[in-house]
């Protein structure tokens, strides 16, 4: 963070030191909430959790080199006590950025956020110092405190915003306000909560209702609940996908042999060839909208694709490739799951196994409310259409959805399996994996899939190799 006293801490939230005997001491290291971060110079945020009470550890972390606590109640340590913990980091960080010389982007979507924040921050970063949320944090507990990592030098701030309802991303949006505001996709994740796409358009448009009119709003032009967001800012409009209308565009897609996309970038000053080391087809898409973002940056066309040829995945368990000794390719790719994510990663197995044997290890697909049948369904037949081999439904209900809806599409009898729990599917692929298969492990974050997908790779003989 940009070194602040504690006094102007406690001025910008509102807050009353306590046990602070020098007030002009300056906070030079990082803001965090997990007492393991604080280093010297830290400031300590205390939030009371479910099972944690962060004031339990005040002492700890002032002995530990943190400057002071913010906290809710005296701790017996330096702290700024203020009447709410969040609103309180909140009114830091919009303090904060307000005193940056940064370009604030600020992205959100139904699916690929931060796949595309990574891609994002990979490409602006040969240009100038870029900082961006780290993994999946894009809340309003995380969102600041990404902001609140930024320094002096930092060029570009890169920010996913998540939503599970109306307002939340206009809070955001108020606590660091973009120059720059990207919107993915409108699908179907968490639909169950929002009540349609309609609902979750709504939501996530507030992003690029707050733009100024100076800014931009980088909308996907191949998503007409997306584009219709064009009407709903004031901020000038950069549309990207594959369609002809889009500003930035992708031409002659096709994967390679390995699964990976490759296509001609064409923005507004230029066209370059775009060979990515990311696996599945969906990867264009947000290629294209972190070139949109790069674009409005001011970096060229060969610039743009020199910097998605070379990006890889930031952020575990999303499309993690691992090869191991014995030729088994293991995806881990069970960090979350919608269904627009589901199909796209069945998808890149399909592209990545051919010629191999494919299983796909499942499981639910959280947060869909009345359509969660007709989507497990679905993807089980998806499963069938793409031609993968084995399919391993793992656990209750929309798992017998999902191998339910794979026997009814291809009769695949022994093809498909229904499993109780994530031992039981790591006892079946390992008693019937050969070499050169492939395995997708996908699901949503609840139901840690991602723990087949590492049974699966340690204790093998000899080194693996992760892409």
């Avoid at 969040?86 to 830091?92: D, F, H």
């Avoid at 307002?167 to 699908?187: Q, S, W």
């Avoid at 009898?413 to 996908?442: F, I, M, N, T, Y």
């Amino acid at each position: 963070m940009i070194a602040l006293s504690l006094a102007e801490i406690a001025s910008v939230v509102g807050g009353q030191t306590h046990d602070i005997p020098d007030a002009s001491v300056q906070v030079t290291g990082q803001v965090v909430r997990d007492s393991r971060e604080v280093e010297p110079g830290s400031l300590f945020v205390a939030f009371v959790g479910e099972r944690v009470d962060g004031h339990d550890f005040a002492a700890g972390v002032v002995a530990a080199g943190a400057v002071a606590v913010l906290a809710s109640r005296p701790v017996g340590v330096p702290a700024i006590v203020v009447d709410d913990v969040l609103l309180a980091l909140g009114a830091l960080a919009r303090h904060v950025v307000a005193r940056l010389g940064a370009t604030l982007v600020a992205l959100t979507g139904s699916a690929g956020k931060t796949s595309t924040k990574d891609l994002i921050a990979q490409v602006l970063r040969t240009k100038a110092p870029t900082v961006f949320t780290p993994g999946s944090l894009n809340n309003e507990i995380g969102l600041p405190l990404t902001a609140l990592s930024a320094t002096g030098e930092t060029r570009f701030l890169v920010l996913e915003m998540g939503a599970r309802g109306i307002g939340h991303i206009r809070y955001l949006a108020d606590l660091t306000p973009p120059k720059i505001g990207l919107v993915l996709n409108v699908g179907t994740a968490h639909i169950g909560e929002f009540g349609g796409r309609e609902q979750i358009a709504q939501a996530k448009g507030e992003l690029v209702e707050g733009l100024p009119e100076d800014g931009t709003a980088v909308l996907n032009a191949d998503d007409p609940l997306v584009r219709a967001m064009a009407s709903r800012t004031k901020a000038r409009v950069l549309l990207f996908g594959e369609s002809d209308e889009a500003d930035v565009r992708a031409e002659n897609v096709r994967l390679t042999g390995n699964g990976q996309p490759s296509f001609s970038l064409h923005t507004p000053t230029g066209c370059s060839e775009v060979t990515m080391r990311l696996y599945g087809e969906h990867h264009v898409s947000n290629a294209l909208a972190a070139a949109a973002v790069a674009h409005e940056l001011g970096m060229s066309a060969d610039e743009i694709a020199t910097a998605l040829s070379e990006a890889g995945s930031l952020s575990r368990w999303r499309m993690e490739v691992t090869e191991r000794p014995d030729g088994v390719t293991v995806v881990n790719d069970a960090y979350n799951a919608n269904p627009e994510s589901m199909r796209a990663a069945l998808r890149a197995l399909a592209a990545m196994g051919k010629g191999r044997r494919t299983w796909a290890v499942l499981g639910q697909m959280a947060e869909l409310g009345d359509e969660a049948l007709a989507e497990h369904d679905a993807v089980g037949r998806l499963a069938v259409r793409l031609n993968v081999s084995k399919l391993v439904a793992v656990g209750g209900r929309e798992a017998s959805w999902l191998q339910l809806g794979a026997y009814n599409e291809g009769s695949w009898g022994e093809e498909s399996v229904h499993v109780s729990d994530a031992q039981s599917a790591v006892d079946l692929l390992r008693s019937q994996l050969r070499p050169g298969d492939v395995v997708l492990v996908k699901a949503s974050r609840s139901v840690g899939l991602e723990r087949v997908a590492q049974a699966l790779v340690e204790g093998t003989e000899g080194e693996v190799a992760v892409r």
